[in-house]
């Protein structure tokens, strides 16, 4: 069955995970996952426009790695070689931001809302800066970068991607989200 037609389970993100080489920042991703694991299991990756529904930021999450490491097996070529721990980590981490952002309807009805009524700080900056503090471990500069311009640079960010692999996680992340909602697509 494809990833992508079922529901994901962390294991299903687990596995990803550890097929980054970099034992150091494979160690601090499976340990950031574990200190927020119960969030990124419940969490939905958007409140109204895809995947909003209780775990749809872990499957998301799960597509969003798979789609921008077959973008990547496709591109790359031996005169611009491809940092694939950095397309797997910032894949992983793009969204856990949006952890901190939504909370349940108090009805129990399936329907999210956000934290706070003011408007939310972006959750790609939540992402790198809640992941050191949690790990301590310094994320290296491209794909702090990557994260920060997943969404192609019309975020409160303002980075746009500006190299390959930022480009990959960008197209990656909106495929995803175009896919899980057929509005979207035409």
Same mark, same amino acid.
């Given at each position: 069955?494809?990833?992508?037609?079922?529901?994901?389970?962390?294991?299903? #993100?687990?596995?990803?995970?550890?097929?980054?080489?970099?034992?150091?920042?494979?160690?601090?991703?499976?340990?950031?996952?574990?200190?927020?694991?119960? #969030?990124?299991?419940?969490?939905?990756?958007?409140?109204?426009?895809?995947?909003?529904?209780?775990?749809?930021?872990?499957?998301?999450?799960?597509?969003?790695?798979?789609?921008?490491?077959? #973008?990547?097996?496709?591109?790359?070529?031996?005169?611009?070689?491809?940092?694939?721990?950095?397309?797997?980590?910032?894949?992983?981490?793009?969204?856990?931001?949006?952890?901190?952002?939504?909370?349940?309807?108090?009805?129990?009805?399936?329907?999210?809302?956000?934290?706070?009524?003011?408007?939310?700080?972006?959750?790609?900056?939540?992402?790198?800066?809640?992941?050191?503090?949690?790990?301590?471990?310094?994320?290296?500069?491209?794909?702090?970068?990557?994260?920060?311009?997943?969404?192609?640079?019309?975020?409160?960010?303002?980075?746009?991607?500006?190299?390959?692999?930022?480009?990959?996680?960008?197209?990656?992340?909106?495929?995803?989200?175009?896919?899980?909602?057929?509005?979207?697509?035409?």
């Amino acid at each position: 069955m494809s990833v992508s037609l079922r529901r994901m389970k962390m294991m299903d #993100l687990m596995e990803r995970v550890c097929l980054i080489g970099n034992i150091d920042l494979r160690r601090a991703i499976i340990k950031y996952i574990e200190h927020n694991s119960y #969030l990124i299991s419940t969490t939905p990756a958007s409140i109204a426009h895809h995947h909003n529904y209780k775990g749809g930021l872990l499957q998301h999450t799960v597509e969003v790695h798979d789609i921008a490491v077959t #973008l990547a097996i496709n591109v790359r070529n031996k005169d611009r070689p491809i940092d694939m721990d950095s397309i797997r980590a910032s894949a992983i981490l793009h969204d856990m931001g949006k952890i901190f952002l939504y909370e349940a309807s108090k009805d129990n009805d399936g329907r999210f809302y956000y934290k706070s009524r003011n408007k939310p700080p972006d959750h790609a900056v939540i992402a790198v800066t809640d992941f050191q503090d949690v790990t301590k471990y310094p994320l290296p500069k491209n794909i702090h970068l990557n994260i920060l311009s997943h969404e192609g640079g019309w975020s409160r960010t303002g980075v746009s991607p500006d190299t390959l692999e930022a480009s990959i996680i960008a197209s990656a992340d909106l495929v995803s989200s175009r896919l899980d909602n057929p509005k979207w697509v035409t």
